[in-house]
């Protein structure tokens, strides 16, 4: 499985970005998807995710109400909606992919890794 996150930037407080993450490398309908989020001298920790078939969605309580993720299965890629952005939110965001939905929500256990895109939310 390969893993390309795009769309992170610099904005400032209150503004909206949208990550994206492009699959490719298997059948991109067998796989959740789930987004983490690392701030320097900070574990990394869980967002969001998204079963296969988007019946199930999961949110870290700090985004439920601003962010939102989905995903497109004709284009193999899962998004990342986050509105109302907060200084606190600065950080490098991963998107994770697995075959488990139970997995993709667990940084220990998530099978494969994006490469990171910087979000950096000024106040």
């Known amino acids: 499985v390969q893993l390309q996150a795009s769309g992170g930037g610099l904005v400032q407080a209150g503004d909206s970005l949208r990550l994206s993450c492009a699959f490719s490398?298997?059948?991109?309908?067998?796989?959740?998807m789930g987004w983490f989020r690392q701030a320097p001298g900070k574990e990394r920790e869980f967002v969001a995710a998204?079963?296969?078939?988007?019946?199930?969605?999961d949110y870290a309580d700090s985004v439920k109400g601003r962010f939102a993720i989905f995903r497109d299965n004709i284009k193999n890629t899962a998004y990342l909606q986050m509105n109302d952005l907060k200084p606190e939110d600065t950080a490098v965001y991963y998107c994770?992919?697995?075959?488990?939905?139970?997995?993709?929500?667990?940084?220990?256990?998530?099978?494969?890794w994006g490469q990171g895109t910087q979000v950096t939310v000024s106040s």
């Open positions: 490398g298997r059948t991109y309908s067998n796989y959740a």
């Open positions: 998204i079963s296969q078939r988007s019946g199930a969605t």
């Open positions: 994770a992919a697995d075959p488990s939905y139970y997995n993709v929500k667990r940084a220990k256990t998530v099978g494969s």
